[in-house]
């Protein structure tokens, strides 16, 4: 089991290497943990028949829910695999040839490792503690990618099949959670690419919120509103101090943190107002129309808020262990 965590604290890295027992193993634990996930829906069906039995949405939600946890792992565990043997990530694309570009995969990914340092680093070692734990900051991205994923594919799932040009620009612009996630886990600074995503993201929602509003006015109080465009606003200029490159700035993450608490207020506002005028009715339509989304609306909101605060955490630790080191300078100075 040690092998699948030890993939997890590797969560988003695409360079380097991985042994080929570092990626059989994860490959055996994950098998076993589709088996295990599909005895449960299984078991779920059985004894839940009334909700679960209406069409194949629930298993859609479970793919949906066991894909956001584990996909970017795989791809990368996949990615430093085909490193080893000195062979780049664009031999991924044999995936889109069914059979015969599997096979060829498969004899790529048993294939011994190369015993010498290639172009994409040394040898891999065939230990799985050797990799450090995660830091609060790395698991709150993490965290955020994982809630990005599952938000993206719900709001497909509870997406009318007539798609509109203007839902699926916004299904489009939906990942940027993900894609803020992949890259702050990387070693290069993306921060002003994600902030020109956010800005065109955020425009393109306040203007869509405010026609939609006027087609179809809301029942909510306008102090509901007036919340919904303070967390844009706020997330407008979270992305600006992005393009600035002002990633680590208090006020950008102040910014980010206010923006995800009133997104998740707005949202328990609006399930309180939504229960009252219909009540909670534990049906098929209101559990993949109303419930599921909202829950992994505020499940999102509250992986931006987790950031914020790790984020604000480590850079106040980080300027303490400065302040510590020029302290450490003076006194051996002066001795």
């Not at 002003?192 to 179809?216: D, E, P």
Request: net charge positive; with cysteine.
């Amino acid at each position: 089991m040690k092998w699948f965590f030890a993939a997890f604290r590797q969560y988003a890295n695409f360079s380097g290497r991985a042994s080929r027992t570092e990626f059989w193993m994860f490959t055996l634990f994950n098998t076993i943990l589709v088996l295990l996930l599909a005895a449960i829906v299984i078991a779920l069906r059985r004894f839940f028949p009334h909700i679960l039995d209406s069409d194949y949405r629930f298993i859609f939600v479970v793919i949906a829910a066991y894909l956001s946890v584990t996909i970017i792992p795989t791809i990368a565990i996949s990615i430093r695999r085909l490193h080893d043997i000195e062979h780049g990530s664009v031999y991924l694309l044999y995936t889109l040839f069914p059979i015969v570009g599997w096979l060829i995969l498969l004899a790529l990914f048993c294939t011994p490792s190369d015993d010498y340092e290639n172009k994409y680093g040394k040898q891999p070692l065939c230990t799985a503690h050797i990799v450090p734990k995660n830091t609060f900051l790395r698991k709150a991205l993490i965290w955020l990618i994982i809630s990005s994923l599952f938000y993206t594919s719900i709001q497909i799932l509870s997406t009318d099949a007539a798609l509109s040009k203007l839902s699926i620009i916004a299904i489009l612009l939906i990942p940027r959670y993900t894609i803020m996630g992949i890259s702050f886990l990387q070693e290069k600074d993306y921060s002003r690419f994600v902030g020109v995503l956010f800005l065109i993201s955020c425009l393109y929602n306040s203007i869509a919120t405010i026609f939609y509003s006027y087609i179809y006015p809301s029942n909510f109080p306008p102090f509901i509103s007036l919340i919904k465009y303070l967390s844009m606003i706020l997330m407008i200029f979270f992305s600006i101090q992005l393009i600035r490159k002002r990633r680590y700035a208090p006020l950008t993450d102040y910014a980010l943190l206010s923006s995800g608490i009133l997104a998740i207020f707005s949202e328990l506002f609006g399930g309180i107002m939504f229960w009252k005028s219909f009540g909670i009715r534990l049906t098929a339509d209101y559990l993949y129309q109303q419930y599921i989304p909202m829950f992994s609306s505020i499940l999102l909101s509250a992986s931006l808020v987790s950031y914020a605060i790790a984020n604000r955490k480590e850079q106040k630790e980080r300027r303490l262990d400065g302040e510590n080191a020029k302290l450490d300078v003076l006194s051996q100075t002066s001795n």
